[in-house]
């Protein structure tokens, strides 16, 4: 089963009595959590047993679904407390202080055509939540495939968590093959009769990266006397940056999706868990890899959401071996990889070859077959997934590519 969730902005603000109800679930997830933590139990049904009795007694009027779901979300965050204890990080007595609540399908009723949610608040009382339809969340509303999952209710939206069951991946008729660097996607799409170089490109992530990772330092300097706000604005920064870079790598992924769908191609990418730098500091900064898995991750969720088959490989040696006599070089340096045997390419795309190749030794079929002859890559033409520009259309699809000679 997959799950999207989809947040809609409130019509009209949260009514009075809905507003009470998010308090009195913090309440209960409050005493739930203290609950949980003298009585050292951290698992959904225990924390019922423990802390129903008590809290029904104060609050006779609370819908019993909710109450289900406030124990559901103190026994995550004790479960979170205990793993951090257990990794010897310091944990504080988790508390909650947010004015949030979640609530599953059967506690409350959305009207998918009139973007209406009946929310019942206890015996007798509900409140109705208009809210705001763009096309956007129509989408979703009106696709009668996706079921109703959990609904997050916060003091400014709403989230509703839309489900579907996992569709199957379609049979590839070609290959998308993307080697990820931190300013682009560099690759190669391959079908059973051409193979042509491809590229997608986000430089100002790292741009942002940088500007963001100044300004920190800025703050940290300005506000070293006082931790407490150097912190928080420091996070502020973080989130803004984090906002920022996700926003981008969305479009990079719906480019190189669209394109995959349209053309019934398998995407294969390096697997990134388990990489790390080891050199200097800042080199580690530069080269942080967090936007990059960011974008695997959104690559990898849509494409399953789509039925797009997306194959993971083994990154080792990829920059370093040739692709026709495999040869491994010693170093990774330099834009342009150079063999022996003749073989000449652009790094990353010579990168993007191994990765192809690892992927079909690894059992990737592609119906009729791959014929990858490297003496008759046409390496000169290129197609362009992606790049800044093409945000500034409201629906970038990477089909109406830009072909260049490089
Ligand atoms: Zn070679």
Not at 277 to 295: D, G, I, T, V
Request: with cysteine; proline share 4%; net charge positive.
């Amino acid at each position: 089963m997959l799950y999207k969730g989809v947040a809609f902005s409130l019509e009209s603000g949260l009514p009075p009595e809905a507003k009470s109800l998010l308090e009195d679930f913090r309440l209960a997830v409050n005493n739930a959590i203290r609950a949980g933590l003298q009585a050292r139990v951290t698992s959904r049904n225990a924390l019922t047993r423990l802390a129903y009795r008590d809290f029904r007694q104060d609050h006779p009027g609370m819908y019993a679904q909710h109450l289900v779901s406030a124990f559901e979300v103190a026994a995550s965050v004790l479960k979170n407390h205990r793993r951090r204890i257990r990794d010897c990080a310091n944990s504080r007595v988790p508390y909650v202080r947010r004015l949030v609540m979640k609530t599953e399908n059967q506690a409350y009723r959305l009207d998918r055509s009139e973007g209406i949610i009946d929310l019942p608040v206890r015996a007798g009382c509900h409140v109705h939540l208009r809210l705001v339809v763009s096309r956007y969340h129509r989408r979703y509303l009106d696709d009668t495939s996706l079921s109703l999952g959990s609904l997050t209710v916060l003091l400014d939206r709403v989230v509703v968590a839309f489900r579907k069951e996992t569709p199957r991946p379609f049979d590839p008729a070609s290959v998308l093959s993307l080697d990820t660097n931190e300013r682009s996607l560099d690759g190669v799409f391959a079908s059973c009769d051409d193979i042509t170089v491809v590229k997608a490109y986000f430089p100002d992530v790292a741009r942002i990266q940088r500007r963001h990772h100044d300004r920190r330092k800025r703050l940290q300097k300005k506000k070293a006397h006082d931790r407490r706000t150097s912190r928080a604005l420091c996070r502020k920064e973080g989130r803004r940056e984090h906002h920022r870079i996700d926003h981008r790598m969305h479009h990079v992924a719906n480019a190189v999706l669209s394109f995959a769908e349209k053309h019934k191609a398998a995407i294969v990418l390096e697997d990134l868990t388990g990489i790390r730098h080891n050199r200097s500091k800042e080199f580690n900064r530069r080269m942080s890899l967090w936007p990059r898995r960011k974008l695997h991750q959104i690559i990898e969720y849509k494409a399953q959401w789509n039925g797009i088959p997306v194959v993971k490989v083994d990154p080792r040696y990829s920059s370093r071996r040739c692709p026709t006599c495999g040869r491994i070089q010693d170093s990774r340096m330099g834009t342009v990889f150079e063999c022996g045997c003749g073989w000449r390419m652009d790094r990353h795309i010579s990168a993007s070859i191994n990765l192809l190749q690892t992927a079909i030794s690894g059992g990737l079929e592609v119906a009729g077959g791959l014929r990858f002859d490297p003496g008759a890559f046409q390496h000169d033409v290129m197609m362009t997934l992606y790049e800044p520009a093409m945000a500034a259309r409201s629906e970038p699809n990477g089909t109406s590519c830009v072909s260049g000679v490089t």
